[in-house]
């Protein structure tokens, strides 16, 4: 809940700034190792809240086979469900078309939050061909986690050999979300074999049976209805 870092008192809800976790993906559809995967960063790191940015579209990832955009939050919300997730499409509210303009413009919209980036091992093998990638760890904490096959590539990759200089050792405090940037903490994580392909190809029409109807984003309280939807690239 926001405001309510895990494991923590009154006392300290006082004294910290909201420290809230940035989950961008297509969630296509959410699954338990999605939830594994936050809930275990939110206590390394010690989140108030994860918030999972349902992207609209992303560039790097094909279309066929995408379900739209309302099927995909559906069951993100449902998969969040009593934990300290929110499931949200504000990319879409706030007309971004790239993550830095995203990041930036969250920045703005909520000054006392304190955002830390999350993102797999698969992503920072690829991050240097994000627009303005090092402009992303200089807004906020980068927190990278682990994922067997990528793990290789991500430390030989461009990103990491610049990034490298502000990777946090083993020891450190992994509080990411009151350190400045750019700051990186990479994770160590049980793998978890569930995957939102092979949930696809045992149900490719699993997004029809999503309940759509009624659906409000939680951050901006909007109501979400089926559509063409155009969104944030990478």
Known sequence: MAGARLGSGPALRRQHPVATGLLGGSFNPAHGAHRRVTMFVARALLLDE????????????????????????ASAQRMARRAPIR???????????????????????????????????????????????????????IAVV??????AAAVASP???WLRRWRR???????GAIR?????????????????TEIRAADPDWHRRQ????????????????????????
């Open 87 to 141: 499931a949200t499409a504000i990319e879409r509210d706030l007309g971004t078309r790239y993550t830095i303009d995203s990041l930036r413009a969250l920045k703005r919209r909520y000054p006392k939050r304190r955002f830390v980036w999350i993102m797999g091992a698969d992503n920072l093998a690829q991050f240097h061909r994000w627009r303005d990638w090092r402009g992303i760890a200089r807004e906020m904490p």
């Open 180 to 196: 400045s940037a750019p700051a990186l903490t990479i994770l160590r994580f049980d793998p978890d074999p569930r995957s939102a």
């Open 159 to 161: 990103a990491m050999a």
């Open 50 to 73: 994860v918030w999972w940015l349902v992207s609209p579209g992303n560039v790097l990832k094909p279309v066929e086979g995408m379900a739209p955009l309302p099927a995909r939050l």
């Open 211 to 234: 309940r759509t109807r009624s659906l409000r984003d939680p951050i901006t309280h909007r109501a979400i209805r089926p559509g063409s939807f155009t969104g944030a690239k990478p």
């Open 146 to 151: 682990a994922r067997p096959g990528y793990d």
């Open 169 to 175: 050792r083993s020891g450190q405090k992994l509080d």
